[in-house]
């Protein structure tokens, strides 16, 4: 099984994101599961459920940081994507801790980030942004065609190795585009196994 994590600030675009680019795998033939990992409270994994007929979990930090919470409870979280057999594991995380990096070593990373968060906003994502493998920029159809070269220039800068695509959460225009960016990435890698030094939380709210 294949994962794919997916990072990014609150309210950028990252489950619509996800919702069209599993819908396209889909269509190929692509058992795919969903885990979506958040603070409080979220019906994503709801979501994916309804519109997709997926597999989808949730996992409610409450007090932690949903980056720390995911990465300590990854390793349960790729276990249920066995159980369920499927082909492609997405792990969506909140993002709200910049400073931490949400990637795996390994595994294949996305980050989404949303023109409308200001010209030095992709200098602020940190290890999120910079370590990410597929950056995904959102909302650029409410900017004009300079900012958002500007903007594509400003997370050039912070990640000049990733690959730059627009997607349009509501449309979907962009999303087949970042399907063969996905695909090519995960031919590249081979399946990993995520794992982390820290353990002993279990993955919380299970709708399946």
């Given at each position: 099984?294949?994962?794919?994590t ?9 489950t619509?994101v996800?919702?069209h680019l599993a819908?396209?795998?889909q269509?190929e ?5 969903a ?5 409080l409270?979220?019906t994503?994994?709801?979501t994916?459920?309804e519109?997709l007929g997926?597999?989808?979990l949730l996992?409610l930090?409450d007090y ?16 249920w ?7 492609l594991?997405?792990?969506e995380?909140a993002?709200?801790c910049h400073?931490c990096a949400?990637h795996?070593?390994?595994v ?8 409308l ?18 950056v995904?920029?959102t909302k650029?159809?409410?900017v004009?065609?300079?900012?958002r070269e500007?903007f594509a220039?400003s997370v050039a800068e912070?990640?000049a190795?990733a690959?730059?695509?627009f997607v349009n959460g509501?449309t ?6 970042l399907?063969r960016?996905?695909q090519?990435?995960l031919e ?8 982390s030094?820290l353990?002993?939380?279990?993955v919380a709210d299970?709708?399946l």
């Amino acid at each position: 099984m294949h994962v794919i994590t997916l990072a990014g600030a609150p309210s950028s675009g990252k489950t619509s994101v996800l919702l069209h680019l599993a819908t396209r795998l889909q269509k190929e033939g692509v058992y795919v599961a969903a885990v979506k990992f958040d603070a409080l409270t979220s019906t994503d994994h709801e979501t994916y459920q309804e519109r997709l007929g997926i597999p989808a979990l949730l996992g409610l930090s409450d007090y932690l940081c949903p980056d720390h919470y995911y990465v300590s409870n990854i390793e349960e979280a790729y276990s249920w994507g066995l159980e369920q057999e499927a082909d492609l594991l997405l792990v969506e995380t909140a993002g709200l801790c910049h400073r931490c990096a949400p990637h795996i070593t390994g595994v294949p990373a996305l980050t989404v980030i949303d023109n409308l968060g200001g010209m030095d906003a992709p200098h602020k994502m940190g290890p999120s942004l910079a370590q990410a493998d597929i950056v995904v920029i959102t909302k650029s159809d409410l900017v004009s065609q300079a900012e958002r070269e500007v903007f594509a220039h400003s997370v050039a800068e912070v990640n000049a190795q990733a690959q730059i695509v627009f997607v349009n959460g509501l449309t979907g225009t962009g999303s087949l585009l970042l399907k063969r960016h996905v695909q090519a990435l995960l031919e590249a890698k081979s399946e990993v196994r995520p794992s982390s030094s820290l353990s002993g939380h279990d993955v919380a709210d299970k709708s399946l």
